[in-house]
């Protein structure tokens, strides 16, 4: 194909250096690159639920991660294939938008994939198979909506927000104390939130770690941690109602940015610009001083002369603070950062009840604590642990439960978990496909068959029978239709925990529904994109 | 049985070949590489493998495979396997993901399990670097923190390893073995069928118990706070080099101890660092020292009064060499020689008045972190001023603590730099070095250990050791908790645990015996270590704990059993209360794990 022929019968080529490069089309192509797809999939499959398992990956550089969010894994994974890159893709949108389902969604890209290859195998086009899939997935989204319900919350109610995340910690390995992670999550995001336009800013919430300790210690700062000292060791470690200068100068002679030399020729200059240097410093320090600052937090670093006086003048200071960090202090202290010393006034300085320093250990780790800030709009959770790569996956863990949190404020519509919801989709585009005349019909019915996979895939990670129970519960839910729901009863899945019921509701496992609606969306959008692949076309390996 | 195999068309980029391991092993071995890769094919009743081999690196010939082959071309397999990984990457899963972080995790385990113990067995270390370093250990911190490990599941124990050093200072080796014990019993739980979720489920009911179990029959120290202390020395140090001299040891730890006491009781913080340790070749461990007071490690210069009584002492960090000038950009430029001689004349006058400045401060020590030229520390002798140059910033920064002065680096203000003081400083000789001495210093919490010993191996050795047991004390002095040694609180653990067992419903409770079976192997590897009849031992100490209040325990020393609050040998609440939490932490972390992906290796560029 690559060879082609005018109409005087010369050859010639349309893809250049045609035998370097392998070439797959048509039907071939597509398995392929389903099968790629679908080994993503494999992967993150025990993953799932609360039962999962964690991936060990060990990186280029070999450092080594544990961690069961489908995000971290496919990130880490390195993985050479394209299409597999895709799934990657997948998984990240869904962390950038939700933040939780990361591996939901893969494994249900992977059995969409799965479904669609039988169609193909029985000559089904691959278009009227995705536009199958894309009327499945809207009838789908629909019937999210329809089964979801709103549940209310306020300040002082936070238990049906802590639910939800502790569903969400479940699977991950801090499980052990999620209740308490899951407190600590809901109220950073309450701490932070704007309750009135139903947003909050993750940025303001710090998520930091440090080894050692039990992961029980792990505690909510309403304030700022910073991992630093102070820049004297002979400054004070406590300050009350500070008073903080924050500054992006450093406590240095300036450097101008235009080139230029000093030239020194005369023993007069020379004295004047040493008395010259003298000053600078003493102006420095005494212009923090007279706006009235008690702690000065500096982005760059001091001399040694600088930071004498600063000690001997009672102003304790931090140096080298990061470019986040000082923005952090910047919004809890309500200070304003300051780029000169000229331009500091008493009002651009933040405000703390009380900044002090904290040791653990027997080697000398010390972080500085800014708390009881001026506007506690800015919080940060520290996390303890047993060692660094628990604290990893603890922050990933955090990570998710915040932002679930986040979602149940911009929108408090829930959908039941433990694979419910999938199931009760499963039933409905079911129903729906017999309505639809066309080749579509097989489309549609393979959805609904692909969604199963969810469940099947929790309760075999529970170890139960994964048939059996998906039966079960699905009869259950056509089975039993109460007088309040006048359909089915969506709220039966899969007893993960074999705490004995499979209703939802009594087990308190919920989930939020723009993240379901948000994971059957890209799954779809990503297999109808690879199901549009008739050609591939790569270089030759080197 | 021979194979004619015809070649397909088109040549397929894989073949698989389905036999059992070692044939396949054989048959491969010269293709043996990241090229062939087994896959365990667990349909089939015997354990095969899939090979999975590049069809080029066959060639297609005359294949002999002599035993009993399936091979078939992957378009007949049926499944296309795409490589979705990098070449290099690899992939476990299941259970040889799981084999191969239990072998990996034991391995590091059986590695220091030897340590373990007052007769457990030292270490060397060669590092590969150059000068080929050798280091002689038995602290697992140290052991494990000089290896180079690939096995991503090793990695996790030498983690936990480190950060109980880090935390509390001992126990390094106890929580890697704890933790090896853990996955080797848990192995044995896999191996029969049993979900590694259900058994983490047990691991975690049986830890929470014996923490529970560990807060009911620890005591406090209060009366005898003083001999419980020496007794937990003496238990830390007696499985290091020290173990000889460990009474000798264990009191100066004490000692230095009990000096930080107050002040660091009001902090709420360990502060070991005003406990300065000096290692001096030379000598026995025995002549080791504790020494009330600071020593540096410096000489005095010449022509300056070698011992000051009530010294004023300025700590400094301040440049004493030419002073440069700072502000950015400028340079001397000059036209004659006259005008050079004018500006370094300038110079030195500066520096003049800068010593002036210093000296108007009423000092007779001068004590600088950076170094101190010739012309001022003329300067200084002519004035009878102690000048010391070149102080680390360590050294300084205990000095400035230990005399109560602050460190300066502007001289402008002499009436409000505080100065620090001491009684005298004298001039001190260790073996053949001079060292500096200031002794009756203001605050009496600091104090220095000089260290002495044969070579450096032994100095480091007891360095480590001795911080390991300074690190204990200061825990306990914070945490005032403590608990017998000798395998009693494993065998009290044990036991409770052991009940919980009996009375847990389903399969959990396998994971809970399994826990206490790996509490037991700790009490078992001391007494191997000791070259005592383990068997025998355990099953006594376990009799014994089956009365009521045992205080039993292993006396290696003796051989036997005996009764751990007569013998004296006690161990810190806070220490065991880490080592049972990394080491579940860690077992947990590696038993949930079910795949191991490895990336590609990154390539370092060619250097030319």
Same mark, same amino acid.
């Given at each position: 194909?690559?060879?082609?022929?005018?109409?005087?019968?010369?050859?010639?080529?349309?893809?250049?250096?045609?035998?370097q490069?392998?070439?797959?089309r048509?039907?071939?192509?597509?398995?392929?690159?389903?099968?790629?797809?679908r080994?993503?999939?494999?992967?993150?499959?025990?993953?799932?639920?609360?039962?999962?398992?964690?991936?060990m990956?060990?990186?280029?550089?070999?450092?080594?991660?544990?961690?069961?969010?489908?995000a971290?894994?496919?990130?880490?994974?390195?993985?050479?294939?394209?299409?597999?890159?895709?799934m990657?893709?997948l998984?990240?949108?869904?962390?950038?938008?939700?933040?939780?389902g990361?591996?939901?969604?893969?494994v249900?890209?992977?059995?969409?994939?799965?479904?669609a290859?039988k169609?193909l195998?029985?000559?089904?086009?691959?278009?009227?198979?995705a536009?199958?899939?894309?009327?499945?997935s809207?009838?789908a989204?629909?019937?999210?909506?329809?089964?979801?319900?709103?549940?209310?919350?306020?300040?002082?109610?936070?238990?049906s927000?802590?639910?939800?995340?502790?569903?969400?910690?479940?699977?991950?390995?801090?499980?052990?104390c999620?209740r308490?992670?899951a407190?600590?999550?809901?109220?950073?995001?309450l701490a932070?939130?704007d309750?009135?336009?139903?947003d909050v800013?993750? %940025?303001?919430?710090?998520?930091?770690?440090?080894?050692g300790?039990?992961l029980?210690?792990?505690?909510l700062?309403?304030?700022?941690?910073?991992?630093?000292?102070m820049?004297?060791?002979?400054?004070?470690?406590?300050?009350?109602?500070?008073n903080?200068?924050?500054?992006?100068?450093?406590?240095?002679?300036?450097?101008?940015?235009?080139?230029?030399?000093?030239?020194?020729?005369t023993v007069?200059?020379?004295?004047?610009?040493?008395r010259?240097?003298?000053q600078?410093?003493? %102006?420095?320090?005494?212009?923090?001083?007279?706006?009235g600052?008690?702690l000065?937090?500096?982005?760059w670093?001091?001399?040694?002369e600088?930071n004498h006086l600063?000690?001997?003048?009672?102003?304790p200071a931090?140096?080298?603070v990061?470019?986040v960090?000082?923005?952090?202090?910047?919004?809890?202290?309500?200070?304003r950062?300051v780029?000169?010393?000229?331009?500091?006034?008493?009002?651009?300085?933040?405000?703390?009840?009380?900044?002090?320093?904290?040791?653990f250990?027997t080697?000398k780790?010390?972080?500085?604590?800014?708390?009881?800030?001026a506007?506690?709009?800015?919080?940060t959770?520290?996390?303890?642990?047993?060692?660094k790569?628990?604290?990893?996956?603890t922050?990933?863990?955090?990570? %998710?439960?915040?932002?679930?949190?986040?979602?149940?404020?911009r929108?408090?519509?829930?959908?039941?978990?433990?694979?419910?919801?999938e199931?009760?989709?499963?039933?409905?585009?079911?129903?729906?496909?017999?309505r639809?005349p066309g080749?579509?019909?097989?489309?549609?019915?393979?959805?609904?068959?692909a969604?199963?996979?969810i469940?099947?895939?929790?309760?075999?990670?529970?170890g139960?029978?994964?048939?059996?129970?998906?039966?079960?519960?699905?009869?259950?839910?056509?089975k039993?239709?109460?007088?309040?729901?006048q359909?089915?009863?969506?709220?039966?899945?899969? %007893?993960?925990?074999?705490?004995?019921?499979t209703?939802?509701?009594?087990?308190?496992?919920?989930?939020?529904?723009?993240?379901?609606?948000?994971?059957?969306?890209?799954?779809?959008?990503?297999v109808?994109?690879?199901?549009?692949?008739?050609?591939?076309?790569?270089?030759?390996?080197? | 049985m021979?194979?004619?195999?015809a070649?397909?068309?088109?040549?397929?980029?894989? $073949?698989y070949?389905?036999?059992?391991?070692?044939?396949?092993q054989?048959?491969f071995?010269?293709?043996?590489?990241?090229?062939?890769?087994?896959?365990?094919?667990?349909s089939?009743?015997?354990?095969f493998?899939?090979?999975?081999?590049?069809? /080029?690196?066959i060639?297609?010939?005359?294949?002999?495979?002599?035993?009993?082959? +399936?091979?078939?071309?992957?378009?007949?397999?049926?499944?296309a396997i795409?490589?979705?990984l990098?070449?290099? !990457?690899?992939e476990?899963?299941?259970?040889?993901?799981?084999?191969?972080s239990f072998?990996?995790?034991?391995?590091?385990?059986d590695?220091?399990?030897?340590?373990?113990?007052?007769k457990?067995?030292?270490?060397?270390?060669?590092?590969?670097?150059?000068?080929?370093?050798?280091?002689?250990?038995n602290?697992?911190a140290?052991i494990?923190?000089?290896? &180079?490990i690939?096995?991503?599941?090793?990695k996790?124990?030498?983690?936990i390893?480190?950060?109980?050093?880090?935390?509390?200072?001992?126990?390094?080796?106890?929580v890697?073995?704890?933790?090896g014990?853990?996955?080797?019993? !848990?192995?044995?739980l896999?191996?029969s069928?049993?979900?590694?979720?259900?058994?983490?489920?047990?691991?975690?009911?049986a830890?929470q118990?014996?923490?529970?179990?560990?807060?009911? &029959?620890?005591?406090q120290?209060?009366?005898?706070?003083?001999?419980d202390?020496?007794?937990?020395?003496?238990t830390?140090?007696?499985?290091?080099?020290?173990?000889?001299?460990?009474?000798?040891?264990?009191?100066?730890?004490?000692d230095?101890?009990?000096?930080?006491k107050?002040?660091?009781?009001?902090?709420?913080?360990?502060?070991?660092?005003?406990?300065q340790?000096?290692?001096?070749?030379?000598?026995s461990?025995?002549?080791?020292?504790?020494?009330e007071?600071?020593? #540096?490690?410096?000489?005095?210069?010449?022509?300056q009064?070698?011992r000051?009584?009530?010294?004023?002492?300025l700590v400094a960090?301040?440049?004493?060499?030419?002073?440069?000038?700072?502000?950015?950009?400028?340079?001397?430029?000059?036209?004659?020689?006259?005008?050079?001689?004018?500006? /370094?004349a300038?110079?030195?006058q500066?520096?003049?008045e800068?010593?002036?400045?210093i000296?108007?401060h009423?000092?007779?020590c001068?004590?600088?972190?950076?170094l101190?030229?010739?012309?001022p520390?003329?300067?200084?002798?002519?004035a009878?001023?102690?000048?010391?140059?070149h102080?680390d910033?360590?050294?300084?920064?205990?000095?400035?603590l230990?005399?109560?002065? /602050?460190? !300066?680096?502007?001289f402008?203000?002499?009436?409000?730099?505080?100065?620090?003081?001491?009684? #005298?400083i004298?001039?001190?000789?260790?073996?053949e070095?001079?060292?500096?001495?200031?002794?009756?210093?203001?605050?009496?919490?600091?104090?220095?250990?000089?260290?002495?010993?044969a070579?450096h191996?032994?100095?480091?050795?007891?360095?480590?050791?001795?911080?390991?047991? #300074?690190?204990?004390?200061?825990?306990?002095?914070?945490?005032?908790?403590?608990?017998?040694?000798?395998?009693w609180?494993?065998?009290?653990?044990?036991?409770?645990v052991?009940?919980l067992?009996?009375?847990?419903?389903?399969k959990?409770?396998h994971? $809970?015996?399994?826990?206490?079976?790996a509490?037991v192997a700790?009490?078992?590897?001391?007494?191997?270590?000791?070259?005592?009849?383990?068997?025998?031992l355990?099953? +006594?100490?376990?009799?014994?704990?089956?009365k009521?209040?045992?205080?039993a325990?292993?006396?290696?020393?003796?051989?036997?059993?005996g009764d751990?609050?007569?013998?004296?040998i006690?161990?810190?609440f806070?220490?065991?209360q880490a080592?049972? #939490?990394s080491?579940?932490?860690?077992?947990?972390?590696?038993?949930r794990?079910?795949? $191991?992906?490895?990336?590609?290796?990154?390539?370092?560029?060619?250097?030319?």
């Amino acid at each position: 194909m690559a060879l082609a022929f005018d109409e005087y019968g010369r050859p010639f080529i349309i893809i250049k250096e045609q035998e370097q490069k392998t070439r797959l089309r048509g039907l071939d192509a597509q398995k392929a690159n389903i099968s790629a797809g679908r080994s993503v999939a494999r992967i993150l499959r025990t993953s799932l639920g609360p039962k999962g398992m964690d991936k060990m990956l060990s990186s280029p550089d070999g450092d080594v991660t544990i961690t069961n969010d489908g995000a971290t894994i496919l990130e880490q994974m390195d993985v050479d294939n394209q299409i597999a890159k895709l799934m990657v893709e997948l998984s990240r949108s869904q962390d950038y938008e939700i933040g939780d389902g990361t591996t939901g969604v893969v494994v249900m890209a992977g059995s969409l994939l799965e479904q669609a290859e039988k169609l193909l195998e029985r000559g089904i086009h691959p278009i009227r198979i995705a536009e199958g899939y894309e009327l499945a997935s809207r009838i789908a989204v629909e019937h999210l909506e329809r089964i979801a319900h709103k549940f209310e919350f306020g300040e002082n109610n936070i238990e049906s927000l802590v639910q939800t995340c502790m569903t969400t910690l479940s699977s991950k390995i801090v499980n052990r104390c999620k209740r308490q992670l899951a407190e600590i999550s809901v109220k950073a995001v309450l701490a932070v939130a704007d309750l009135e336009r139903k947003d909050v800013n993750l %940025d303001l919430i710090k998520v930091d770690g440090k080894v050692g300790g039990k992961l029980e210690d792990t505690e909510l700062i309403y304030g700022i941690v910073v991992d630093k000292d102070m820049s004297h060791p002979q400054m004070p470690k406590q300050i009350q109602d500070a008073n903080i200068a924050i500054l992006t100068c450093p406590f240095e002679p300036p450097k101008p940015k235009t080139k230029h030399k000093v030239d020194i020729d005369t023993v007069e200059k020379f004295e004047a610009l040493r008395r010259q240097e003298h000053q600078y410093f003493d %102006d420095m320090v005494q212009q923090c001083k007279d706006v009235g600052a008690t702690l000065v937090i500096c982005q760059w670093g001091f001399d040694d002369e600088a930071n004498h006086l600063l000690m001997h003048r009672n102003l304790p200071a931090v140096r080298w603070v990061g470019g986040v960090e000082l923005e952090l202090i910047a919004i809890a202290t309500g200070g304003r950062i300051v780029p000169r010393f000229q331009e500091l006034t008493a009002e651009k300085l933040g405000k703390a009840g009380l900044v002090r320093e904290k040791s653990f250990g027997t080697t000398k780790d010390r972080m500085l604590y800014i708390e009881h800030c001026a506007n506690s709009r800015a919080v940060t959770v520290f996390i303890r642990g047993g060692n660094k790569m628990m604290i990893e996956e603890t922050k990933r863990s955090i990570h %998710d439960a915040l932002c679930v949190a986040r979602n149940l404020i911009r929108n408090n519509s829930i959908v039941y978990g433990g694979g419910s919801a999938e199931i009760a989709c499963s039933i409905a585009v079911e129903a729906a496909a017999d309505r639809y005349p066309g080749v579509e019909q097989y489309a549609i019915r393979a959805f609904a068959d692909a969604l199963d996979a969810i469940p099947m895939a929790l309760a075999e990670n529970s170890g139960l029978q994964p048939i059996e129970t998906l039966s079960a519960v699905k009869s259950q839910q056509i089975k039993i239709p109460t007088r309040v729901m006048q359909e089915n009863n969506p709220h039966c899945g899969i %007893d993960c925990n074999d705490v004995g019921t499979t209703d939802m509701r009594e087990q308190n496992v919920f989930e939020t529904l723009i993240g379901k609606q948000q994971q059957v969306l890209l799954a779809t959008q990503v297999v109808k994109m690879i199901l549009k692949i008739d050609d591939v076309i790569s270089a030759a390996e080197f | 049985m021979n194979l004619d195999l015809a070649k397909p068309d088109p040549l397929p980029s894989y $073949i698989y070949v389905l036999s059992d391991f070692l044939r396949g092993q054989q048959l491969f071995s010269h293709l043996f590489s990241s090229r062939v890769s087994a896959l365990s094919f667990r349909s089939t009743p015997l354990r095969f493998y899939l090979f999975l081999v590049k069809a /080029e690196l066959i060639g297609w010939q005359h294949i002999d495979f002599g035993f009993e082959w +399936r091979c078939t071309s992957i378009s007949h397999f049926g499944m296309a396997i795409e490589r979705i990984l990098k070449d290099d !990457a690899s992939e476990e899963k299941g259970e040889r993901a799981r084999m191969a972080s239990f072998v990996g995790a034991m391995a590091i385990a059986d590695l220091v399990k030897t340590t373990l113990g007052p007769k457990g067995m030292d270490k060397i270390l060669q590092s590969t670097g150059r000068g080929q370093t050798v280091t002689v250990t038995n602290d697992g911190a140290t052991i494990l923190k000089s290896l &180079h490990i690939d096995n991503p599941a090793a990695k996790v124990l030498v983690d936990i390893s480190k950060v109980q050093d880090d935390e509390v200072g001992d126990g390094t080796t106890s929580v890697v073995v704890l933790a090896g014990e853990l996955l080797r019993e !848990a192995e044995k739980l896999v191996a029969s069928k049993i979900h590694p979720m259900t058994i983490i489920a047990g691991l975690l009911r049986a830890f929470q118990l014996c923490i529970h179990v560990l807060s009911l &029959h620890h005591y406090q120290i209060a009366e005898k706070f003083k001999t419980d202390l020496m007794k937990i020395a003496k238990t830390t140090l007696s499985s290091k080099i020290l173990s000889q001299d460990k009474e000798h040891f264990a009191k100066l730890a004490v000692d230095a101890v009990l000096r930080l006491k107050y002040t660091s009781w009001l902090q709420g913080s360990t502060n070991l660092e005003s406990i300065q340790i000096i290692k001096k070749p030379g000598g026995s461990l025995k002549d080791s020292f504790l020494d009330e007071g600071f020593i #540096l490690d410096k000489k005095i210069g010449i022509g300056q009064p070698k011992r000051i009584e009530n010294a004023n002492i300025l700590v400094a960090n301040t440049a004493m060499d030419t002073d440069k000038v700072k502000i950015y950009g400028a340079r001397v430029r000059v036209d004659s020689m006259a005008k050079v001689a004018d500006i /370094e004349a300038a110079e030195k006058q500066k520096m003049r008045e800068k010593v002036d400045k210093i000296l108007a401060h009423g000092i007779n020590c001068f004590v600088n972190r950076q170094l101190i030229y010739n012309f001022p520390e003329e300067l200084f002798a002519n004035a009878g001023v102690l000048a010391i140059e070149h102080a680390d910033f360590d050294g300084i920064e205990r000095l400035a603590l230990v005399t109560g002065g /602050e460190i !300066a680096s502007t001289f402008d203000n002499p009436e409000s730099v505080k100065l620090g003081h001491c009684k #005298l400083i004298e001039e001190i000789m260790i073996g053949e070095d001079k060292l500096i001495k200031f002794s009756g210093v203001e605050m009496g919490q600091a104090c220095t250990v000089v260290l002495r010993g044969a070579s450096h191996h032994v100095l480091d050795e007891a360095e480590r050791s001795l911080h390991d047991a #300074l690190c204990v004390l200061s825990q306990t002095v914070n945490d005032s908790r403590v608990l017998f040694g000798g395998g009693w609180p494993e065998m009290v653990m044990a036991k409770a645990v052991d009940e919980l067992a009996r009375t847990t419903p389903g399969k959990r409770s396998h994971a $809970i015996e399994a826990f206490s079976r790996a509490l037991v192997a700790i009490p078992t590897t001391i007494a191997d270590n000791a070259g005592l009849d383990s068997a025998e031992l355990v099953a +006594r100490l376990r009799a014994e704990h089956n009365k009521e209040d045992s205080n039993a325990g292993i006396d290696v020393i003796s051989g036997s059993v005996g009764d751990m609050s007569e013998l004296g040998i006690s161990e810190a609440f806070k220490v065991k209360q880490a080592v049972l #939490l990394s080491a579940t932490e860690a077992a947990e972390m590696i038993l949930r794990v079910d795949e $191991i992906i490895t990336c590609a290796p990154r390539r370092r560029e060619d250097r030319m």
